[in-house]
């Protein structure tokens, strides 16, 4: 069974830190790899996406890595700004016809003044 | 481009009334996918349509849920009876041939019943 499971599920920083988001998956086979960020109130907005062949790509203070071997990514979040407060969910995409996504369940960050 | 339009965005209904959510997608995009986002569950995808015909509704938790898709640019969800339990913020998301994984959000709709 396809799964994506995300750690932690909540998470408190304060601003100016950095944090690291981590997600765990067992789609197969694999075609590629999104974080996504969700405002409070608000649809979920991709950051970055990953495929097989990629281990690290940046957008802005966010980074992210993927090691297709042991089935992991990360996302990195460099100088937190309060902005950054919002849930980050990890979807997973397998390569099946019809293999639609896989969604984990978010780790909620907040960043504190 | 105004993004996925969905209405309404909040909405308030007694157990056992019928409940219609609409999407209107990206001008464009052939692919169309209802979710439904819960505390508990997190985010779950419910049907998705390529080209207005569904392809995939077994995350439609039971009858009492269907879903509609007559034209390129407009779909509905609709609940009937609606249930305590349908209690949930249901987003449209639209995307194109080629690239599911890039799926855009609508601002989402959410529905409480009680």
């Known amino acids: 069974k396809n799964q994506v499971e995300q750690s932690p599920q909540s998470l408190i920083i304060l601003e100016g830190k950095n944090c690291t988001l981590q997600?765990?998956?067992?789609?197969?086979?694999?075609?590629?790899l999104r974080w996504y960020k969700q405002d409070t109130g608000r649809g979920p907005v991709s950051l970055t996406i990953?495929?097989?062949?990629?281990n690290t790509k940046s957008n802005g203070r966010y980074t992210a890595t993927l090691d297709a071997d042991t089935k992991q990514s990360s996302l990195h979040i460099t100088a937190s700004q309060l902005s950054d407060s919002a849930s980050y969910i990890c979807?997973?995409?397998?390569?099946?016809?019809?293999?639609?996504?896989?969604f984990g369940g978010g780790t909620r960050l907040m960043v504190k003044p | 481009d105004a993004g996925v339009i969905q209405s309404p965005r909040h909405e308030v209904t007694e157990m056992g009334q019928e409940v219609t959510l609409r999407c209107k997608p990206i001008?464009?995009?052939?692919?169309l996918f209802w979710y439904r986002q819960t505390m508990m569950r997190g985010l779950e995808l419910l049907i998705y349509?390529?080209?207005?015909?569904?392809?995939?509704d077994s995350g439609m938790p039971e009858d009492r849920f269907s879903a509609k898709m007559p034209n390129a640019s407009f779909s509905t969800l609709k609940i009937q009876p609606s249930e305590p339990r349908d209690s949930a913020v249901y987003f449209c998301?639209?995307?194109?041939?080629?690239?599911?994984?890039?799926?855009?959000f609508g601002p989402g709709t959410r529905l409480t019943v009680t």
């Open positions: 998301a639209s995307t194109r041939t080629g690239r599911v994984g890039e799926q855009y």
């Open positions: 997600c765990n998956y067992t789609v197969s086979p694999f075609s590629n």
């Open positions: 990953m495929t097989f062949s990629e």
């Open positions: 979807v997973v995409s397998g390569s099946n016809a019809g293999n639609m996504l896989t």
């Open positions: 001008s464009g995009h052939d692919y």
């Open positions: 349509f390529n080209n207005n015909v569904p392809i995939d």
